[in-house]
């Protein structure tokens, strides 16, 4: 039994050789030529090629003298003219049977009754490429306008005939799968054929059979348990078929909703506006053991992002049970073990590996409706992976925090938890990029998962920016710059809280987070750093009056720098260090049009010119007065001789 993938090859051709562009005449010179190919194949020649060597046999010298004798002169000649031709190179010579009949023949082309397979696949791929032929070539005609109505439908007919013969002989040679779609292929050419005889009653039957075929030809299962059950062996070819199964499904389903339908709803519009009955269209059935398959997949699957991922690798399924068994013991046990946590990470690794090892193998198939889906399937699942390797590493890196204080050893400073906080921030920053339903809309505002994201990089952000206050605080005694950075902070917790509590119950530790952020001493912090900047101040007023009260007596001492504000150090002797800043309040960043700038700007130049009249009173009074001065106390260095033409001049 031969296989053919009959819709596979046509959609592949016919996109290559110009019918998307309409361009027919194209695809009809190569059926032409790929007919020739087919026939001229070394074991397909005797049942093709109408040639001298596989021509009927003669009648041998005996028989040819006993007939001769009997016969006259003129049959004779006949005869002479029939051994001639035979042996022609290049005549046509009927061959010894007929390939494409219906029925078993013996040597001498007598039918003996039951069905005649083919001999060859080829036979059945020239049956296909001669409709093929005949319907482009009406197409062509069709197109060019100056072909008669008639000779469209002649081509129609021929196209069809050469349909129904191949379903005929694919009945006796083909496995079922090809006489199925021999038959789809069939009810399309017939539905053309009675559409241009403006018979839509017909063509919407034919039409409505050909969508139900390719339906039930695309509802073959293309998951990966089916392949498991068939294919006991190598998981690279369980893959690899259910992957051909996934690329078949798409096939027959666009094939039927892009092609059937469309030719489907004209004829029923036609027959609405004729006054007829019209039929009901044909649908991609759902699984009827589909409430089993749900309840199956409740097991198997994992909710990412709302997306449900459903677990078709059996590799996939041992790794994730790997990790959840890992989980459960970290649990039971009291202390964190640092190799359980490596080991977690080695599996999400080998899980990440595996699906990216499926999505290449989808990658390489014919890009479609199903496939897309499987392969932004497998993108979430990457994703999900990625999430769930990042929320390991995260929650192992913030549990240093505790563990470092409570096994007794030197707690870490307020700049090594900075550094830590900073760390995990890079981390949650990161998954708002992982791959989501939808990629090419934008971040909704109501996903829950970048929520939730956003809520726990507000709350990191205000742990970094506490510790850096503290840090500030208590080991560079910057309080200007503490005070800043701890009402940052409060501000920046106060949002954190606000978001976290919106969220859903389903964001993991949701009330360690808020309890950790309402455990913060915002206040007492900046109590405290209210009071030492005062205290600075304080102590800096005290040096400065006795630097002043010591001014008489020691007149080379010069009063201390501070890093005082300007704003505190205009009366005092204080010039200032190079750090101090001008003001005690931070900048604050408003937002504004930029017609501002502008205003800003004419109010910022001088209009007045008073910076070049400064310029013109400096060099007034400076530099051209020296000058002058200069010329005078050299004119008489001069002498009174003025060159060798002074006597010009007079001097």
Same mark, same amino acid.
């Given at each position: 039994?031969?296989?053919?993938?009959?819709?596979?090859?046509?959609?592949?051709?016919?996109?290559?050789?110009?019918?998307?562009?309409?361009?027919?005449?194209?695809?009809?010179?190569?059926?032409?030529?790929?007919?020739?190919?087919?026939?001229?194949?070394?074991?397909?020649?005797?049942?093709?090629?109408?040639?001298?060597?596989?021509?009927?046999?003669?009648?041998?010298?005996?028989?040819?003298?006993?007939?001769?004798?009997?016969?006259?002169?003129?049959?004779?000649?006949?005869?002479?003219?029939?051994?001639?031709?035979?042996?022609?190179?290049?005549?046509?010579?009927?061959?010894?049977?007929?390939?494409?009949?219906?029925?078993?023949?013996?040597?001498?082309?007598?039918?003996?009754?039951?069905?005649?397979?083919?001999?060859?696949?080829?036979?059945?791929?020239?049956?296909?490429?001669?409709?093929?032929?005949?319907?482009?070539?009406?197409?062509?005609?069709?197109?060019?306008?100056?072909?008669?109505?008639?000779?469209?439908?002649?081509?129609?007919?021929?196209?069809?005939?050469?349909?129904?013969?191949?379903?005929?002989?694919?009945?006796?040679?083909?496995?079922?799968?090809?006489?199925?779609?021999?038959?789809?292929?069939?009810?399309?050419?017939?539905?053309?054929?009675?559409?241009?005889?403006?018979?839509?009653?017909?063509?919407?039957?034919?039409?409505?059979?050909?969508?139900?075929?390719?339906?039930?030809?695309?509802?073959?299962?293309?998951?990966?348990?089916?392949?498991?059950?068939?294919?006991?062996?190598?998981?690279?070819?369980?893959?690899?078929?259910?992957?051909?199964?996934?690329?078949?499904?798409?096939?027959?389903?666009?094939?039927?909703?892009?092609?059937?339908?469309?030719?489907?709803?004209?004829?029923?519009?036609?027959?609405?506006?004729?006054?007829?009955?019209?039929?009901?269209?044909?649908?991609?059935?759902?699984?009827?053991?589909?409430?089993?398959?749900?309840?199956?997949?409740?097991?198997?699957?994992?909710?990412?992002?709302?997306?449900?991922?459903?677990?078709?690798?059996?590799?996939?399924?041992?790794?994730?049970?790997?990790?959840?068994?890992?989980?459960?013991?970290?649990?039971?046990?009291?202390?964190?073990?640092?190799?359980?946590?490596?080991?977690?990470?080695?599996?999400?690794?080998?899980?990440?590996?595996?699906?990216?090892?499926?999505?290449?193998?989808?990658?390489?198939?014919?890009?479609?409706?199903?496939?897309?889906?499987?392969?932004?399937?497998?993108?979430?699942?990457?994703?999900?992976?990625?999430? $769930?390797? $990042?929320?390991?590493?995260?929650?192992?890196?913030?549990?240093?925090?505790?563990?470092?204080?409570?096994?007794?050893?030197?707690?870490?400073?307020?700049?090594?938890?900075?550094?830590?906080?900073?760390?995990?921030?890079?981390?949650?920053?990161?998954?708002?990029?992982?791959?989501?339903?939808?990629?090419?809309?934008?971040?909704?505002?109501?996903?829950?998962?970048?929520?939730?994201?956003?809520?726990?990089?507000?709350?990191?952000?205000?742990?970094? $920016?506490?510790?850096?206050?503290?840090?500030?605080?208590?080991?560079?005694?910057?309080?200007?710059?503490?005070?800043?950075?701890?009402?940052?902070?409060?501000?920046?917790?106060?949002?954190?809280?606000?978001?976290?509590?919106?969220?859903?119950?389903?964001?993991?530790?949701?009330?360690?987070?808020?309890?950790?952020?309402?455990?913060?001493?915002?206040?007492?912090?900046?109590?405290?750093?209210?009071?030492?900047?005062?205290?600075?101040?304080?102590?800096?007023?005290?040096?400065?009056?006795?630097?002043?009260?010591?001014?008489?007596?020691?007149?080379?001492?010069?009063?201390?720098?501070?890093?005082?504000?300007?704003?505190?150090?205009?009366?005092?002797?204080?010039?200032?260090?190079?750090?101090?800043?001008?003001?005690?309040?931070?900048?604050?960043?408003?937002?504004?049009?930029?017609?501002?700038?502008?205003?800003?700007?004419?109010?910022?130049?001088?209009?007045?010119?008073?910076?070049?009249?400064?310029?013109?009173?400096?060099?007034?009074?400076?530099?051209?007065?020296?000058?002058?001065?200069?010329? $005078?106390?050299?004119?008489?260095?001069?002498?009174?001789?003025?060159?060798?033409?002074?006597?010009?001049?007079?001097?």
């Amino acid at each position: 039994m031969f296989h053919l993938d009959i819709h596979a090859w046509i959609e592949a051709q016919q996109t290559s050789h110009g019918v998307r562009h309409d361009d027919y005449a194209q695809y009809h010179a190569y059926c032409t030529r790929r007919l020739a190919r087919l026939s001229h194949e070394k074991e397909a020649k005797q049942y093709l090629v109408h040639s001298n060597k596989f021509a009927s046999p003669l009648p041998d010298a005996a028989s040819s003298t006993e007939n001769s004798a009997n016969q006259n002169s003129k049959s004779d000649k006949e005869s002479k003219k029939k051994k001639k031709s035979a042996g022609s190179r290049h005549a046509f010579c009927t061959r010894s049977h007929d390939t494409f009949a219906l029925v078993k023949e013996d040597e001498n082309g007598d039918p003996v009754g039951g069905g005649a397979p083919v001999q060859h696949v080829n036979i059945l791929w020239y049956l296909l490429v001669s409709a093929e032929r005949s319907w482009a070539h009406s197409n062509q005609l069709q197109k060019s306008g100056t072909a008669k109505r008639q000779q469209v439908l002649k081509k129609l007919k021929r196209a069809t005939e050469w349909a129904d013969l191949l379903l005929k002989k694919a009945k006796v040679s083909a496995d079922t799968a090809s006489i199925k779609e021999c038959e789809a292929y069939c009810a399309w050419m017939s539905a053309n054929y009675a559409m241009e005889k403006f018979k839509y009653h017909d063509a919407s039957q034919q039409f409505a059979r050909a969508m139900t075929l390719c339906f039930d030809l695309s509802e073959e299962d293309s998951s990966l348990e089916l392949a498991h059950e068939q294919l006991d062996g190598d998981n690279d070819q369980v893959e690899n078929e259910a992957a051909r199964r996934l690329e078949r499904h798409d096939l027959f389903v666009t094939r039927a909703e892009t092609v059937l339908r469309p030719l489907f709803r004209y004829c029923q519009y036609e027959l609405k506006q004729a006054g007829e009955a019209t039929m009901d269209e044909p649908r991609l059935r759902q699984s009827q053991n589909g409430e089993s398959v749900n309840e199956a997949s409740d097991d198997n699957a994992v909710i990412f992002r709302d997306q449900e991922l459903v677990l078709e690798s059996k590799q996939l399924r041992v790794l994730l049970l790997k990790l959840q068994s890992l989980d459960n013991e970290t649990k039971d046990s009291s202390t964190d073990n640092e190799t359980q946590f490596l080991t977690a990470l080695s599996i999400l690794d080998d899980a990440l590996d595996v699906v990216h090892s499926l999505e290449n193998g989808l990658s390489k198939l014919n890009s479609g409706p199903a496939v897309q889906a499987k392969l932004h399937q497998y993108a979430l699942w990457k994703g999900y992976l990625q999430y $769930t390797k $990042t929320r390991k590493v995260m929650e192992h890196t913030e549990s240093l925090l505790v563990s470092e204080s409570e096994e007794g050893g030197s707690p870490m400073g307020p700049a090594e938890k900075a550094h830590v906080y900073d760390a995990l921030l890079q981390h949650a920053r990161s998954l708002l990029a992982l791959p989501r339903p939808g990629q090419e809309s934008p971040v909704s505002e109501e996903d829950e998962f970048a929520l939730q994201v956003q809520a726990n990089i507000l709350r990191l952000r205000a742990l970094k $920016t506490f510790q850096m206050g503290w840090y500030y605080y208590t080991r560079l005694r910057k309080y200007a710059a503490a005070f800043a950075l701890m009402e940052h902070s409060a501000h920046l917790c106060k949002r954190a809280q606000e978001e976290i509590a919106a969220c859903d119950e389903d964001m993991p530790h949701c009330d360690e987070y808020l309890a950790e952020l309402e455990g913060l001493p915002h206040q007492s912090a900046m109590a405290a750093i209210r009071a030492a900047h005062a205290l600075q101040q304080r102590q800096h007023t005290r040096k400065l009056k006795s630097v002043g009260a010591n001014d008489s007596s020691s007149a080379h001492l010069k009063p201390i720098t501070t890093d005082r504000p300007l704003l505190l150090r205009l009366y005092d002797m204080d010039s200032g260090s190079p750090d101090a800043p001008i003001a005690e309040l931070r900048p604050i960043p408003l937002p504004c049009k930029p017609v501002f700038y502008d205003l800003a700007y004419n109010y910022a130049i001088d209009p007045s010119n008073s910076i070049d009249a400064v310029e013109d009173f400096v060099h007034e009074h400076t530099i051209s007065r020296s000058s002058e001065e200069d010329d $005078t106390n050299e004119a008489p260095d001069r002498g009174g001789t003025g060159g060798f033409f002074g006597w010009l001049t007079g001097n």
